[in-house]
């Protein structure tokens, strides 16, 4: 099933290049920061206002940021043009799915479970949008999955990998030992994810080149409530460098 779907990058009414997802971020430009797990209007325009290229939204019942698919409706149409907009799913089978992409307006899946490589690659086919692999990192060899997720996905997510007992598989405010992708890198875009805040993502950005950052529980005031003042001090830290 193919998505129909709305680009949000189009400024004359025609839909771009699919490849203004999928190319690699220019070192010469600002960060790309993706705010994620938006429940409401003023968040997304929070988000919007402050610089992020892309805003998230979770369907996942467990998540405090889960959000029902009419309310994501809603947002997504209300984001400005040139935001894309992300799904973010957990181990999500067709039928659910299915009901996400045909009435939410999107330009990129997130895929935050246990998918595996065959999983990303039918997924990508059967809705023809990009597809984004969160991959956890806890240390050196973990990083192997990102040359497996490489080879199928069209963004890599490199996360915190979550303890054994957690509920969320992402968005518990974890980092992971940055050093480990110091000098790396790979042939997709890819974002940093993992503990990010405003007082540490100029420094996460240094330590490993990352041209695109996630954050989501690093500008709440609690769990689910995004804070504006947040969003707008988190997006300019991680552009200072640049």
């Known amino acids: 099933m193919a998505a129909t779907t709305c680009w949000p990058y189009s400024t004359t009414g ?48 467990k998540s405090p940021r889960n959000v029902e698919i009419e309310t994501a409706r809603v947002l997504a149409l209300e984001a400005p043009i040139g935001v894309a907009k992300v ?26 479970g246990h998918e595996t490589p065959e999983r990303v690659q039918a997924l990508r086919q ?16 973990d990083l192997d999955q990102l040359a497996l997720y490489e080879m199928v996905a069209d963004q890599l997510l490199v996360d915190a990998k ?3 007992t957690a509920d ?38 240094r330590l490993t080149g990352a041209q ?6 690093g500008v709440e005031s609690a ?5 504006p003042e947040l969003i707008q001090n988190f997006i300019a830290a991680a552009q200072s460098g640049n």
């Open 14 to 61: 025609a839909e771009p290049s699919m490849g203004v997802l999928l190319q690699r971020p220019n070192a010469a430009r600002a960060v790309r920061v993706k705010v994620c797990g938006l429940t409401t209007h003023e968040q997304v325009h929070a988000a919007s206002a402050a610089g992020a290229a892309y805003v998230g939204f979770v369907f996942f019942a």
């Open 87 to 112: 799904a973010l799913v957990v181990d999500a089978n067709d039928a659910a799915l299915d009901a996400i992409v045909t009435q939410v307006p999107l330009d990129m899946l997130q895929l935050h």
């Open 212 to 217: 695109q950052v996630d954050v989501s529980s």
């Open 223 to 227: 769990p689910g409530v995004k804070d």
């Open 168 to 205: 969320l598989p992402g968005g518990n405010g974890l980092a992971f030992d940055w050093r480990l992708l110091a000098g790396r890198s790979w042939n997709k875009p890819w974002m940093l994810a993992g503990g990010l805040t405003p007082q540490n993502v100029a420094q996460a950005v």
């Open 162 to 164: 979550p303890p054994k």
């Open 126 to 141: 059967r809705y023809g949008l990009p597809v984004m692999k969160a991959v956890g990192i806890a240390d050196a060899a």
